[in-house]
């Protein structure tokens, strides 16, 4: 499976934006989805997961709240809807895909990865 995320960009603090990984493939339903970002100077780190059917969901406890995961297998997409946006949520964010039900914050279990897609989120 082939994924690319977009829907980054530049916004304010406590503003919001909506990601999305689209994906090729017909089997994309067989796949748990994750969201994962990586600052500048850390290492990527686990934001939210789904499951293959979307019937569940996880969270790292500094999204909760705020970030919703969500999933169009019709359509083969995951979107992130992230509101209420912090500085310290800039990033590049990565969509990436793991044959299992899920959901997962297992990095290295992950397989396929996109592209990343820039959130910088200004104060």
């Known amino acids: 499976v082939q994924l690319q995320a977009f829907g980054g960009g530049l916004v304010q603090a406590g503003g919001y934006l909506r990601l999305s990984c689209a994906a090729s493939?017909?089997?994309?339903?067989?796949?748990?989805v994750g969201w994962f970002r990586q600052a500048p100077g850390k290492e990527r780190e686990f934001v939210a997961a789904?499951?293959?059917?979307?019937?569940?969901?996880y969270y790292a406890d500094s999204v909760k709240g705020r970030f919703t995961i969500s999933r169009d297998n019709a359509k083969n997409t995951v979107y992130l809807q992230m509101n209420s946006l912090k500085p310290e949520d800039t990033a590049v964010y990565y969509c990436?895909?793991?044959?299992?039900?899920?959901?997962?914050?297992?990095?290295?279990?992950?397989?396929?990865w996109g592209q990343g897609t820039l959130v910088t989120v200004s104060s």
């Open positions: 789904i499951s293959w059917s979307g019937g569940s969901t």
């Open positions: 990436a895909a793991d044959r299992s039900p899920g959901p997962h914050h297992v990095i290295y279990e992950y397989d396929y």
């Open positions: 493939g017909r089997t994309f339903s067989s796949y748990a």
